[in-house]
């Protein structure tokens, strides 16, 4: 089945102002969407990031693509790396590490395998997960995602979450967010306090909840020895530690002393750094991300590697949408060696682009779609809306470190700041 057409469609919908180690979201995230249509009218959908250097990136490709078989993944694959050729670093849209021209490729392409997936599914009447091999569970479980945040954007307008600075204050939004959704797991977004305060946070998110399983991801923001005393302290407490410090050296340091496994998304973020970091013992999870390991299949195949090298896999999360979290769910859904609960942004959000109804949470868990694909439908009119706000917040890039620095003027980036 032939593609007819790839349309590309840049969108926005409002974010808190959410703190990190880089500085504080703006008011807007930024997304893609991308609909190939086929011959016979199928329609497959893909998400990804909306900055205006991967949409450039982005487009070149989706102008290649009429007439391509959407079963012809191997070909598609050539056709980005033909294109795209050594393009520009078109990935540096967060906080994740190692940016790269092979990692933008890996992430075009990934846009686009997630969207031939979905109509491939649909052509064969069957799931994306079982195009992936089946499923391993029926839901996916997913973890509450706590951030430090400011109580208002610069426009004054205060959001429904309020200020969150104090420990007191994470354990409310921890309260509503599981009550809300159901976790049964809990992730707190540090490097952004000095690090005795956010360890003062985490020891009342185990007082608070008692069982659930607690992480912390300060992006870097710390030194190794500190990550050391951190750890020393949050002994017993933590599932895991993720990105303490930055670099495979400082985190194999840091892991030859704690006694909880180390994770990472920003050490680890392509098969080349894979050797390094197993080898130096620098990790002991790794998390996945469709959007930048180049796609679900090869995000299966870092399964493979971590599972036959005794190392975790979870799944990191950005600012996304439901074509993601569908993505993800299927992709969670038949890797089995992925065995801690998924991060996930979803709860910060108050708008998509697809119908209702495909996706809930339910005792902090998605269960798989059932129909055909992705399992999901868009929303022509909401698309219209997100892509609206698009333009109109003029918005073309995120850049959480320049918008920090009109709260705090001379803000700089907290990596190994402490």
Known sequence: MRIRRAALTPVAFADPPLLNAMGVHEPYALRSVLVLTLEDGITGLGESYGDEAFLTQAHKVAAELTGRDVF???????????VLGGAVHADEHGLTGGFSAGKTLASVYSLFEVAALDAQGQLLGRPVSDLLGGRARDEVEFSAYLFYKYGAHLDGEP?????????????????????????????????????????????????????????????????????????????????????????????????????????????????????????GGAVGVVLSDHHFWGGLRDTQALSTTCESFGIGLSM??????????????????????????????????SSDVLAPGALEFRDGAVKVPDRPGLGVELDPDALARAHETYLRCGLRKRDDVSYMRRFVGAFEANTERW
């Open 72 to 82: 012809d993944l191997p070909g598609l694959r050539r056709t980005v790396a033909r």
């Open 316 to 349: 990191h999360s950005n600012s996304h949408l439901g074509i993601s979290l569908a993505a993800m769910v299927h992709l969670a859904a038949a890797t089995p060696h992925l065995g801690y609960a998924c991060d996930t942004h979803w709860p910060w959000k």
């Open 159 to 279: 959001d429904d979450w309020g200020e969150v600075l104090t420990p007191d204050a994470v354990v409310e939004e921890a309260r509503r967010m599981t009550d809300a959704y159901g976790f049964r797991s809990v992730k707190l977004k540090g490097g952004v306090l000095p690090p005795d305060q956010e360890t003062e946070a985490v020891e009342a998110l185990a007082d608070a909840f008692p069982g659930h399983p607690l992480r912390i991801d300060p992006n870097g923001a710390w030194k190794p020895d500190t990550a050391i005393e951190v750890a020393r302290r949050l002994d017993g407490v933590l599932e895991y530690l993720e990105d303490p410090t930055p670099g495979i050296a400082g985190m194999a340091r840091v892991a030859e002393r704690a006694s909880m496994p180390l994770a990472t998304n920003m050490c680890v973020v392509g098969f080349p750094d894979i050797e390094p970091a197993f080898r």
